[in-house]
């Protein structure tokens, strides 16, 4: 029973396609993140949002569009994708208040996107 | 501004020796402070966590980690490495405020040596 689950775990595709990563998470959290890693395992924070609302958003290309549908999902779309877009993107959640967990991000397994 | 600094990119130590990895951290309030570890191919698992309390925190698989306020520091330790600890660590900090970011540092690889 994965906590956090992302799709699909793997994406190659060619440079100006469109593509959708979805993440869920069954914890019952209210904040999720996308992170992404790039090739030295750099892991950089582009969003977050709190109960469906926006909260962080670093300074990322206006390609990249997150949809907080509900609390437990946050997808994340890539317009005109382009070679440096190539990375392994992370779903994380976290509890913000109460409980032993609270704070710690929780990850999903990533989605590891290839742009020829 | 906030930041984590992971001075060893790379660690080597032979199976059984003891293990102590760096983190030093910048941030403008009291530190949450995380210790996560990568294997290849996988998502990150916390390790152990601060918030308050007792400065040193036991974590899962044998590892801890000691907050030093005054250095800054929450550095890592384990006293007896086993060869499928070999995998990237991640030091992390930030708050539990709705709009705070945890912000990583760069890693470091432990290579266990046989």
């Known amino acids: 029973d994965t906590a956090v689950s992302q799709t699909p775990k793997y994406l190659v595709t060619q440079m100006g396609n469109d593509k959708s990563i979805k993440c869920e998470q069954n914890?019952?959290?209210?904040?999720m993140y996308w992170y992404k890693q790039d090739s030295k395992k750099f892991l950089k924070i582009m969003f977050s949002?709190?109960?469906?609302?926006?909260?962080i958003n670093e300074t990322v290309p206006n390609r990249f569009s997150p949809k907080s549908p509900d609390k437990a999902h946050l997808n994340l779309h890539i317009n005109s994708l382009e070679l440096g877009d190539s990375a392994v993107y992370f779903c994380?959640?976290?509890?913000?208040?109460?409980?032993?967990?609270?704070?710690?991000?929780?990850f999903g397994e990533g989605s590891r996107l290839t742009v020829l | 501004a906030q930041s984590v600094t992971q001075p060893d990119i790379h660690i080597t130590v032979s199976e059984g020796a003891s293990l102590e990895l760096r983190c030093n951290y910048s941030?403008?309030?009291?530190?949450?402070l995380f210790w996560y570890v990568q294997s290849p191919g996988q998502g990150l698992q916390l390790l152990l966590k601060?918030?308050?309390?007792?400065?040193l925190v036991q974590g899962i698989k044998g590892f801890e980690a000691e907050f030093k306020r005054s250095q800054s520091s929450f550095n890592l330790r384990k006293p007896s490495v086993h060869w499928s600890d070999a995998a990237e660590y991640f030091c992390?900090?930030?708050?539990?405020?709705?709009?705070?970011?945890?912000?990583f540092g760069k890693g470091t690889r432990l290579h266990i040596l046989p």
């Open positions: 994380a959640s976290r509890a913000l208040a109460g409980g032993a967990n609270t704070g710690e991000l929780f």
């Open positions: 914890l019952g959290h209210d904040t």
């Open positions: 949002y709190n109960n469906k609302e926006l909260i």
């Open positions: 941030y403008g309030a009291t530190p949450y």
């Open positions: 601060y918030f308050s309390g007792d400065t």
């Open positions: 992390a900090v930030g708050g539990t405020n709705r709009d705070d970011k945890i912000i």
